[in-house]
């Protein structure tokens, strides 16, 4: 979200700033994804695709072991899409795959813990 911030030149701390954000970006051309993880309630994403926007929910994953989601995020939406998923289908695959990511994620060393992603076997016709 704070790249969503300075790409749009403009604060995004809600979701109604998130919905604003990614209509300016989207506005530019590119399709958009704009993730609420930092927010607080429930886990909300904005994307904007072929001049729609959608708006996925879910219930707050309650846990300090996050380190890497966002990685993981943006590496299986760039895996889904390079699979031949619209933007729509790619960002709510990678979310379900990141989602499971910080539900199987551990305590590592002091601070936040990082993520665990499930072995990816996407290729040979499975889920992941």
Avoid: W
């Amino acid at each position: 979200m704070a790249e969503a911030s300075i790409l749009a030149g403009m604060p995004v701390a809600c979701l109604e700033e998130m919905k604003e954000a990614a209509s300016v970006l989207s506005g530019l051309g590119p399709d958009v994804v704009v993730t609420g993880g930092h927010l607080p309630g429930a886990c909300i994403d904005v994307v904007c695709h072929g001049g729609t926007m959608e708006c996925l929910e879910g219930p707050r994953i309650e846990t300090n072991n996050t380190h890497g989601s966002g990685c993981v995020f943006s590496s299986a939406l760039a895996t889904f899409k390079a699979m031949g998923f619209g933007t729509g289908g790619a960002a709510r695959k990678a979310r379900d795959y990141t989602r499971q990511a910080i539900e199987r994620g551990y305590p590592c060393g002091r601070g936040q813990g990082t993520v665990q992603p499930p072995v990816f076997s996407g290729f040979s016709g499975t889920q992941y």
